[in-house]
């Protein structure tokens, strides 16, 4: 599967801004799909990952009451809408995907398979 990540860009704090993933290929709907985000100087981080069957979802701490993600099997796409941004989200966001993964592993890197090529996102203060 080839994933595309779209809807980067400056957004004020406090304001919102939503990414999209957009993934080729018919059996989009078996993978459970990530978000992912590096700042400069840092590992890559989890952000948030929703499953491929029931769709239940899982946030990083850090954005859990801000950030909301979902899917539209139909439309091969994963949104990450990101409500009141911090400057510290500041960073590269990646979307990814994973077949088979169980749920001790959904936060890591590792566990997922193909992987977009991020967009920046930029929150000013």
């Known amino acids: 599967v080839q994933l595309q990540a779209s809807g980067g860009g400056l957004v004020q704090a406090g304001g919102s801004l939503r990414l999209s993933c957009a993934a080729s290929?018919?059996?989009?709907?078996?993978?459970?799909v990530g978000w992912f985000r590096q700042a400069p100087a840092k590992e890559r981080e989890f952000v948030a990952a929703?499953?491929?069957?029931?769709?239940?979802?899982y946030y990083a701490d850090s954005v859990k009451g801000r950030f909301t993600i979902s899917r539209d099997n139909a439309k091969n796409t994963v949104y990450l809408q990101m409500s009141s941004p911090k400057p510290e989200d500041t960073a590269v966001y990646y979307c990814?995907?994973?077949?088979?993964?169980?749920?001790?592993?959904?936060?890591?890197?590792?566990?997922?398979?193909?992987w977009g090529q991020g967009t920046q996102v930029t929150v000013s203060s």
């Open positions: 929703i499953t491929r069957s029931i769709g239940r979802t």
């Open positions: 990814a995907a994973g077949d088979a993964m169980i749920q001790s592993s959904i936060r890591n890197v590792g566990a997922y398979d193909y």
């Open positions: 290929g018919r059996t989009f709907s078996r993978y459970t």
